[in-house]
């Protein structure tokens, strides 16, 4: 159901960018729009993994360097099925971890220096069964492109605010409709984008603890870094583009008290709470 629900999330977010890109430039501009989100895609598919590592200062450790880290990454792509990821860590107190790559042979996992040292073996391998799930469902591809279509949609909204759309139909348009359109399309995009994130989690989450063994590890893990997030530790460098992409939304503590429908992550109780109910066989 996540994946259906994935699914026909993207094609609504392709729908709301062709519109109003139909707005902005009737025929002409849908197919602007619909080039636009072709060369997004492609970009995001070959570039995604080494400029969000980048901008992290994320640096590739060796079984030699990071021994205990690189084993376990190891041992969990085996049971995964998958090829050995590139494995990175950040220098960052705060603990958090996420996984990118274009697809599973281009992929690379990476956990920041405070999550190494706040959580116990077991607790880590839940954290990267999850991120390892989010790279063999090829998740990481699926919320960088919803994040770039999403605003690209709030853009060009923008555009049309400030100077104007035209269409080459004959009949024209309901200007009234269209100036609505306008401001709820990248809410509804924002939002579109929220959710095919948050559907991606639960499913990382579901597939992270098989193939960690135990869901209590990734929910102890959980409660953990949530710990921290709600007292004060958040990611220096974080920025919103890159939030979907962590194992809890770096700006939990921050904000925290919004509403569900604008968080990149599910609420951390429910995920734990579900995580329970697997580990107990329900």
């Not at 400029?51 to 590739?60: D, G, P, Q, S, T």
């Not at 959580?119 to 699926?142: F, M, Q």
């Not at 759309?165 to 929220?194: H, T």
């Amino acid at each position: 159901m996540n994946n259906l629900k994935t699914l026909m999330l993207m094609v609504l977010l392709g729908a709301i960018m062709i519109f109003i890109g139909g707005l902005v430039g009737g025929k002409g501009g849908m197919m602007v729009m619909l080039m636009i989100s072709l060369g997004m895609n492609f970009f995001s598919y070959w570039f995604s993994d080494s400029v969000v590592l980048k901008m992290y200062n994320a640096r590739e450790v060796s079984r030699e360097e990071a021994p205990q880290l690189y084993g376990l990454v190891e041992n969990l792509a085996a049971n995964a099925e998958l090829p050995m990821p590139r494995v990175y860590i950040i220098n960052e107190d705060t603990p958090n971890a996420f996984a990118t790559g274009r697809n599973p042979s281009h992929a690379a996992v990476a956990v920041t220096t405070g999550i190494m040292r706040a959580l116990d073996y077991n607790e880590l391998s839940g954290v990267l069964g999850h991120e390892l799930a989010h790279v063999k469902n090829r998740d990481i591809l699926t919320g960088t492109i919803a994040a770039m279509m999403a605003t690209v949609i709030t853009y060009t909204a923008q555009f049309f605010a400030f100077f104007g759309g035209r269409s080459d139909d004959d009949e024209g348009g309901n200007p009234i409709a269209a100036l609505l359109m306008v401001f709820l399309a990248p809410l509804a995009a924002s939002l579109i984008q929220m959710a095919i994130s948050r559907s991606r989690e639960y499913e990382a989450d579901h597939d992270g603890a098989e193939i960690c063994g135990n869901a209590n590890y990734l929910a102890d893990a959980l409660e953990k870094i949530e710990y921290y997030a709600l007292n004060g530790r958040q990611m220096s460098d974080a920025t919103p583009a890159t939030a979907h992409m962590f194992i809890i939304n770096p700006f939990s503590g921050i904000g925290s008290t919004m509403s569900r429908l604008f968080s990149t992550h599910p609420d951390t109780s429910d995920r734990i709470a579900r995580l329970r109910a697997q580990a107990a066989g329900r």
